[in-house]
């Protein structure tokens, strides 16, 4: 039997899918675009949100009530391929850089996603 330590170095060492997604509603093709540095816990997480009905995009959780679980895929736009000699790569911030140009590219805001759009202070 493996030690506590010895399975947090394992855990440390697996690698998970990194990368950009998006939720569509196939029936007003919305559309939700986030990122994640686990794109299979994310999905789990947020389908298990929106089936409690307490995911925190209004707009989101109610066309997933009125139209149902079926009518909604789940699509990575883009990866971010993990290299094995980097030393503390960041991750999160190479996910976020992404997942803002798909935004910016896609604009999926009012008619056409879930997105908000939050405009700078000065």
Excluded: C, H
């Excluded at 939720?23 to 409690?52: C, H, P, Y």
């Excluded at 009518?71 to 990866?79: C, H, K, R, V, Y």
Aim: proline share 2%; glycine share 4%; aromatic share 14%.
């Amino acid at each position: 039997m493996r030690t506590r330590k010895e399975l947090k170095n394992i855990y440390k060492e697996m690698k998970f899918k990194i990368g950009v997604f998006q939720i569509r509603n196939m029936v007003n093709q919305k559309i939700f675009i986030g990122s994640s540095t686990d794109l299979n816990a994310i999905w789990n997480r947020i389908r298990t949100e929106l089936r409690f009905g307490n995911y925190p995009n209004i707009e989101l959780q109610r066309d997933w009530n009125n139209f149902g679980e079926d009518n909604f895929i789940f699509e990575i736009l883009g990866e971010i391929k993990q290299e094995d000699d980097e030393k503390n790569p960041n991750y999160r911030k190479e996910v976020k850089e992404l997942e803002k140009m798909f935004i910016e590219e896609l604009q999926p805001f009012d008619d056409k996603g879930y997105n908000l759009v939050f405009t700078k202070r000065k």
